[in-house]
């Protein structure tokens, strides 16, 4: 349980950095993106090459390549990007709450792709979920110097939980084909690969070159809320139940919203707290149906 709250605080995290870098100076969403990947890529390299050196593992089919394509591509790229580009606009409070969303996405995807029954229970869950964003949102329209960059930003933010929610669909079929190590490993890297292409089409090399700040900020983003959470969320998840994880990641739009008062000045209110109490109440919902 305390490897799956340290995971919950270094993800709640990940807003904070990216913030801290946007008030630092002016850099894009793709810049952070691409300088997050490339302090977090050596150790997901170690790791894929680890994994790769496992003589019990199967060597990987074209079939198994192309589903980590396009999972890196989801998952961790796009999804990625679009939450990046969702903070330029959004305070770190609501793109949490609104991130965190993303089992009610899993399940109506569920229901509408595969035929899933949608319950009672499960329609609660989506109820309380949407009255919590709607929540959040109206007290961040309070204080957004422009409604359309609320607008924006919200809309990037609740597509890459979309976005996610599609990786996390058709992910359990293929870790359990080529190993958790491997797959976390290899997905990153490609991932990393798609990052720095889009890089390359869109800005010069030369935008690499940033102040010492936002070197250790960006250190910080890969190693504190990427390397880190990752590391003791699998160690949570050998050691109790994936409920129990769930149940104890959780606090993390607390978490975030907290943060985001202490270290940005964000305000925090009650009718924010109560939209985040909403979407964990619908997302306890969902995983306790599941």
């Known amino acids: 349980m305390a490897c799956a709250v340290l995971s919950a605080v270094g993800f709640a ?3 904070i950095f990216i913030k801290l870098a946007y008030a630092e100076v002016r850099i894009d969403a ?4 691409a300088l997050r990947m490339i302090f977090s890529a050596p150790f997901f390299a170690w790791l894929a090459v680890r994994a790769a050196a496992n003589p019990d593992l199967p060597p990987l089919s074209r079939r198994d390549w192309a589903w980590l394509a396009w999972l890196a591509f989801a998952g961790y790229y796009f999804s990625s990007y679009l939450d990046f580009l969702g903070l330029e606009y959004i305070t ?3 793109e949490r709450i609104i991130l965190f969303t993303y089992p009610a996405w899993v399940l109506l995807i569920s229901a509408f792709w ?10 609660i869950s989506l109820a309380l979920s949407t009255t919590g964003i709607c929540a959040a949102f109206v007290s961040d ?3 957004a110097g422009s409604a359309r960059s609320l607008w924006t930003g919200a809309g990037c933010v609740l597509g890459a939980s979309l976005i996610y929610s599609l990786y996390l669909l058709g992910t359990r079929d293929v870790v359990l084909r080529v190993g958790s190590s491997r797959f976390t490993g290899y997905v990153v890297l490609i991932a990393a690969a798609f990052v720095m292409m889009q890089f390359a089409a869109t800005r010069p090399w030369s935008a690499l070159r940033q102040p010492a700040s936002i070197y250790w900020l960006a250190l910080g983003l890969a190693i504190v809320s990427t390397v880190l959470p990752i590391i003791f969320l699998v160690q949570a998840l050998q050691r109790v139940s994936p409920s129990m994880v769930a149940i104890c990641s959780s606090i993390g739009p607390v978490l975030t919203i907290l943060m985001g008062g202490a270290f940005l000045g964000e305000p925090v209110t009650a009718i924010q707290l109560a939209g985040a109490a909403c979407v964990l ?10």
Do not use: E, M, S
Not at 114 to 123: L, M, P, Y
Not at 281 to 290: D, H
């Open 92 to 94: 770190a409070a609501l």
């Open 281 to 290: 109440a619908g997302v306890g919902l969902i995983t306790k149906a599941g």
């Open 141 to 143: 329209l309070r204080f």
């Open 13 to 15: 995290g990940k807003a």
């Open 114 to 123: 595969f035929g899933k029954r949608i319950r009672r229970r499960d329609a």
């Open 30 to 33: 793709t810049t952070l993106l």
